[in-house]
């Protein structure tokens, strides 16, 4: 799989998890977005995930945005 294709398929998976959690009370879905991230995601994903956040892609759901202060850092190593 090409690097545009996994980036590609990580906004998709972030956007699924975003659109579940838009369904949930408004004080969980920050949380419950960031939590399976932090939780269930691997550092590299993270690492393409907060990139894609701060390159401001147009792609990603609006809750996917909000959340990027509480998905962990990945440091550069």
């Known amino acids: 799989m090409s690097h545009n294709a996994t980036q590609d ?3 998709r998976m972030a956007n699924q998890i975003a659109d579940f959690m ?3 009370p408004e ?3 920050l949380e419950g977005l960031s939590g399976h ?11 393409v995930l907060l990139d ?3 390159a401001g892609d147009e792609n990603l759901h ?8 509480l998905i962990r ?3 550069a190593a």
């Not at 609006?62 to 202060?69: D, E, F, G, K, N």
């Open 9 to 11: 398929k990580l906004v």
């Open 22 to 24: 838009a369904s949930r």
């Open 27 to 29: 004080a969980e879905q």
């Open 37 to 47: 991230i932090n939780d269930f995601w691997a550092p590299s994903m993270r690492r």
């Open 52 to 54: 894609k956040i701060a």
């Open 62 to 69: 609006p809750l996917v945005r909000r959340v990027s202060a």
């Open 73 to 75: 850092p990945v440091s």
